[in-house]
């Protein structure tokens, strides 16, 4: 009985997509604002310095970075490794472009349990990312202008 039940569920759920399938209508594709994603693409080395503040020790950061297009090239998605003066750490970033707020939007996730969202938009070649995140408590706004072009270095 209960294989019958999961059977007939299943068969369900596939019902949408075949009618979808047989209606002919096409899959959405990326538009003009979705392919500037593409700047982000590619595997990237970068340094800086971090400032003494009440979120940490100041000091050299460093760390690598590869973003990729998600499937359907709507958004890309990022993995980074840091190494700095409060220890190392992973991250993971998802890029994409809001019709809604005709923008983009930047999330990202850390190994230490740490998240925020940023908004951005791109003025002729200049990204500019801002945004506000909570950290032990604390809020922080920051803003991503765009890095002096010594310190980005793709392997593209």
Known sequence: MVSRVLLIAGV???VPQVA???SGAESPKPGPEHKRLEFFVGK???????????FGPGGKTTGTTNCEWFEGRFQV?????LMGPSGNGKEL???????AEAGYTRYNIT????GALAHGKLSGKTWQWHGESKTAGKS???D???PPQNLWVGDQ
């Open 77 to 81: 998605i990022c993995r980074s490794e």
């Open 93 to 99: 970033e998802i890029l994409a472009y809001s019709p």
């Open 111 to 114: 190994s230490d349990g740490q």
């Open 44 to 54: 990237w080395k970068w340094e800086g310095v971090a400032k003494p503040s009440q």
């Open 12 to 14: 369900l759920a596939l």
């Open 144 to 146: 991503f202008p765009p």
């Open 20 to 22: 979808i399938a047989q």
């Open 140 to 142: 922080m706004r920051f």
